[in-house]
């Protein structure tokens, strides 16, 4: 695997930092998830990690990530800027004591932002990178997306990218180094391409009314007579008119361009006439771009991935989709096939590994310093 033999020292926090994690165990790396002495009542991402619990309120607590830290490749911090500083843990401290460390934090503004102490979720960090003012139509309030572009988009891939390229260089260098990734600023980035193209034709209009944002009827989606839908994306002419033959529609019965709403009416009746299977059936292999619009909840029944190689179901019976992107000679193999390991299981192996013996370990958690799920290993 890609990141074979790679340590990962994870301090849990909502859901980026665990993305992130799960990313680099997928690929290969050993991830350790620092937990807090208590535990996580949302955690759906631990599959295939360790987890140790400390309590870094203790000298002892703080002692033990020092040593975890030394003996790791990368450090993921998910705390604002300036906790892990207060807590003796920050990065100009680790990397002293071991300069090969990729120390990343992973934040809502970065650690230099003007906003880089405010707490903020999502809907704020799209908000601040621009891109949210683009998600509106007829003159409503922008509607928030489900926590994915700033959380997991500008968060999580972007972190694993900077580590990425952090390892590269330390392969040069053998030196380790701070990345620094705020949510906002990653989002941002990766909207490059909105930011460059605004003076295009394509977003002449206000938003909501250009191509690309559903302000043409070709290019959005469609309710179907049993309460689903199908995603049209029929902009160029050669696609279009294998979309207008699939709907038996000529130019003249159907002008997409000249009278958008009663284009847009014609087609939402149309649609409405036959089911997203049907519609499905009729537009396979017309090559008009138009799909059905899959459930989240059924996707792995689906014809489109009867091959099992893109979603499986977990020990839970959840839909988990498989690793991507697909590497020919070492591929990721999907670490939620695991179970998710039970809150200080893994506190003795981990302690053990770093030199302590049983005695120190039944020490630690007799003085609260950690947990473990074992009350005592002598």
Same mark, same amino acid.
């Given at each position: 695997?890609? #990141?074979?033999?790679?340590?990962v020292?994870?301090?849990?926090?909502?859901?980026?930092?665990?993305?992130?994690?799960?990313?680099?165990?997928?690929?290969?790396?050993?991830?350790?998830?620092?937990? &807090?002495?208590?535990?996580?009542?949302?955690?759906?991402?631990?599959?295939?990690?360790?987890?140790?619990?400390?309590?870094?309120?203790?000298?002892?607590?703080?002692?033990?990530?020092?040593?975890? /830290?030394a003996?790791?490749?990368?450090?993921?911090?998910t705390?604002?800027?300036?906790?892990?500083?207060?807590?003796?843990?920050?990065?100009?401290?680790?990397?002293q004591?071991?300069?090969?460390?990729?120390?990343?934090?992973?934040?809502?503004?970065?650690?230099?932002?003007?906003?880089?102490?405010?707490?903020?979720?999502? *809907?704020?960090?799209?908000?601040?990178s621009?891109? #949210?003012?683009?998600?509106?139509?007829?003159n @409503?309030? +922008?509607?928030?997306?489900?926590? #994915?572009?700033?959380?997991?988009? !500008?968060?999580?891939?972007?972190?694993?990218?900077?580590?990425?390229?952090?390892?590269f260089? &330390?392969?040069?260098? !053998?030196?380790?180094?701070?990345?620094?990734?705020?949510?906002?600023?990653?989002?941002?980035?990766?909207?490059?391409?909105?930011?460059?193209?605004?003076?295009?034709?394509?977003?002449?209009?206000?938003?909501?009314?250009?191509?690309?944002?559903?302000?043409?009827?070709?290019?959005?989606?469609?309710?179907?007579?049993?309460?689903?839908?199908?995603?049209?994306?029929?902009?160029? +002419?050669?696609?279009?008119?294998?979309?207008?033959?699939?709907?038996?529609?000529?130019?003249?019965?159907?002008? @997409?361009?000249?009278?958008?709403?009663?284009?847009?009416?014609?087609?939402?009746?149309?649609?409405?006439?036959?089911?997203?299977n049907?519609?499905?059936?009729?537009?396979?292999?017309?090559?008009?771009?138009?799909t059905?619009?899959?459930?989240?909840?059924?996707?792995?029944? /689906?014809?489109?991935?009867?091959?099992?190689? /893109?979603?499986?179901?977990?020990?839970?019976?959840?839909?988990?989709?498989?690793?991507?992107?697909?590497? /020919?000679?070492?591929?990721?193999?999907?670490?939620?096939?695991?179970?998710i390991?039970?809150?200080?299981?893994?506190?003795?192996? *981990?302690?053990?590994? #770093?030199?302590?013996?049983?005695?120190?370990?039944?020490?630690?958690?007799?003085?609260?310093?950690?947990?473990?799920?074992?009350?005592?290993?002598?």
């Amino acid at each position: 695997m890609a #990141l074979k033999g790679l340590k990962v020292v994870e301090i849990m926090g909502l859901a980026p930092g665990p993305l992130c994690g799960t990313i680099l165990a997928d690929f290969g790396a050993t991830v350790t998830v620092v937990q &807090r002495i208590e535990p996580a009542p949302f955690d759906v991402m631990s599959n295939g990690k360790k987890l140790l619990s400390i309590n870094l309120k203790t000298k002892e607590g703080v002692k033990v990530m020092r040593k975890l /830290s030394a003996n790791s490749d990368i450090f993921l911090d998910t705390f604002r800027p300036g906790v892990m500083e207060n807590l003796g843990l920050g990065p100009k401290l680790l990397l002293q004591e071991n300069p090969r460390l990729v120390y990343a934090r992973l934040t809502g503004y970065g650690q230099e932002g003007y906003l880089k102490t405010e707490a903020g979720h999502d *809907i704020n960090y799209v908000a601040m990178s621009g891109i #949210l003012s683009l998600l509106s139509r007829n003159n @409503q309030p +922008p509607t928030p997306p489900v926590n #994915l572009l700033a959380d997991f988009a !500008g968060g999580s891939l972007m972190c694993v990218l900077g580590i990425l390229l952090a390892l590269f260089e &330390r392969s040069e260098s !053998g030196k380790g180094q701070i990345v620094d990734c705020g949510m906002t600023e990653g989002l941002a980035y990766l909207a490059t391409w909105l930011f460059k193209s605004r003076r295009l034709p394509i977003w002449s209009g206000k938003p909501g009314t250009n191509a690309l944002d559903g302000g043409l009827s070709q290019y959005g989606t469609y309710k179907t007579r049993d309460g689903k839908f199908m995603a049209v994306g029929a902009l160029e +002419p050669q696609f279009y008119e294998n979309f207008l033959r699939a709907l038996d529609l000529s130019d003249d019965e159907y002008s @997409q361009i000249t009278n958008y709403d009663t284009s847009r009416n014609k087609l939402e009746e149309i649609f409405l006439t036959k089911t997203q299977n049907e519609w499905s059936e009729i537009f396979e292999n017309t090559n008009a771009c138009v799909t059905p619009v899959l459930d989240l909840d059924s996707i792995d029944k /689906s014809k489109y991935y009867s091959n099992g190689k /893109s979603f499986y179901r977990d020990s839970a019976d959840m839909i988990v989709p498989e690793t991507a992107p697909k590497l /020919s000679r070492t591929p990721g193999t999907s670490v939620g096939r695991k179970p998710i390991p039970v809150h200080g299981q893994h506190t003795y192996e *981990i302690l053990r590994e #770093l030199g302590y013996s049983n005695q120190s370990i039944n020490a630690l958690v007799q003085n609260g310093c950690v947990y473990s799920a074992q009350k005592s290993n002598l």
